[in-house]
């Protein structure tokens, strides 16, 4: 017997997210790396059960960037996934959502690291797999050019 309240539970392997490019003045983009990991990658964190993907994005930005966002001003470009650079034999689902920022941000909670690098290239960092073989290509696909 199944009960109308309950929710399609997710695949134990799966770890949804919700995920932002983060767009600073110069155009740059902002990467994290958590504390005792080596990869970068998007800010954002994971998705608490009965929270809105904005809500989760809002929450996480706070907490981990002392950044506070407008969740309107949030364009959302869509679902990605990859697999998890720091929990083997998972997957990571990101919602994904385009945020362009002025204000200052600093590391808190578990973020050790942050770097502003170009869209274009990677900043000669180790990036996690999502950020750097599906949200970066894919960001560098949808922005204009200056050729």
């Given at each position: 017997?199944t009960?109308?309240?309950?929710?399609?539970?997710?695949?134990?392997?799966?770890?949804?997210?919700?995920a932002?490019?983060?767009?600073?003045?110069?155009?740059?983009?902002?990467?994290?790396?958590?504390?005792?990991?080596?990869?970068?990658?998007?800010?954002?964190?994971?998705?608490d059960?009965?929270?809105?993907?904005?809500?989760?994005?809002?929450?996480?930005?706070?907490?981990?960037?002392?950044?506070?966002?407008?969740?309107?001003?949030a364009?959302?470009?869509?679902?990605?996934?990859?697999?998890?650079?720091?929990?083997?034999?998972?997957?990571?689902?990101?919602?994904?959502?385009?945020?362009?920022?002025?204000?200052?941000?600093?590391p808190?909670?578990?973020?050790?690291?942050?770097?502003?690098?170009?869209?274009?290239?990677?900043?000669?960092l180790?990036l996690?797999?999502?950020?750097?073989?599906?949200?970066?290509?894919?960001?560098?696909?949808?922005?204009?050019?200056?050729?």
């Amino acid at each position: 017997m199944t009960r109308s309240d309950q929710s399609v539970p997710v695949p134990t392997n799966i770890i949804r997210i919700a995920a932002a490019v983060l767009i600073g003045p110069d155009g740059r983009t902002l990467l994290v790396r958590k504390r005792g990991t080596q990869a970068f990658m998007q800010p954002g964190g994971k998705i608490d059960a009965h929270e809105q993907p904005i809500e989760a994005l809002a929450r996480e930005l706070e907490e981990e960037l002392a950044l506070k966002i407008d969740p309107v001003r949030a364009t959302y470009l869509g679902h990605f996934c990859a697999p998890a650079v720091n929990e083997p034999g998972f997957e990571v689902q990101a919602e994904l959502f385009l945020l362009h920022i002025d204000a200052d941000v600093a590391p808190a909670a578990e973020i050790e690291e942050v770097q502003w690098i170009d869209s274009r290239g990677d900043g000669g960092l180790t990036l996690a797999p999502l950020t750097g073989e599906v949200i970066l290509p894919f960001y560098r696909q949808i922005i204009p050019t200056s050729d």
